[in-house]
Nanobody, 124 residues
Framework: VQLQASGGGLVQPGGSLRLSCVASGPIFSINRMGWYRQAPGKERELVAGISSGGTTNYLDSVKGRFTISRDNAKNTMYLQMNSLKPEDTAVYYC???????????????????WGQGTLVTVSS
């Protein structure tokens, strides 16, 4: 199973970006998905999460500016980021709890997978 994140780049303050994360491989089901970020010298933090049923939660500092969504048919998650600020600059990582067919038959439960990260730079 692999997660592939894309969509990062350089944007001016106030601008927008849309991140995508595609899961591929032997997937039976995807439970919770989320976007995390890590700025230089800081710990990784949860930016937004979404359940398989679509329930969302957000970091307080991004509420009203970022929107997380997912397309279960495409095993894809998105993060629409509007009104970007310099403090949003970080490497953004996608994460997903995935159950493979083998996990299911072995009753081992879902496992957490990480994408490779995509850099978002907000600067004038």
């Amino acid at each position: 199973v692999q997660l592939q994140a894309s969509g990062g780049g350089l944007v001016q303050p106030g601008g927008s970006l849309r991140l995508s994360c595609v899961a591929s491989g032997p997937i039976f089901s995807i439970n919770r998905m989320g976007w995390y970020r890590q700025a230089p010298g800081k710990e990784r933090e949860l930016v937004a999460g979404i359940s398989s049923g679509g329930t969302t939660n957000y970091l307080d500092s991004v509420k009203g500016r970022f929107t997380i969504s997912r397309d279960n048919a495409k095993n894809t998650m998105y993060l629409q980021m509007n009104s970007l600020k310099p403090e949003d600059t970080a490497v953004y990582y996608c994460n997903a709890d995935i159950l493979t067919p083998l996990d299911k038959v072995r009753f081992t439960g879902s496992r957490s997978y990480w994408g490779q990260g995509t850099l978002v730079t907000v600067s004038s």
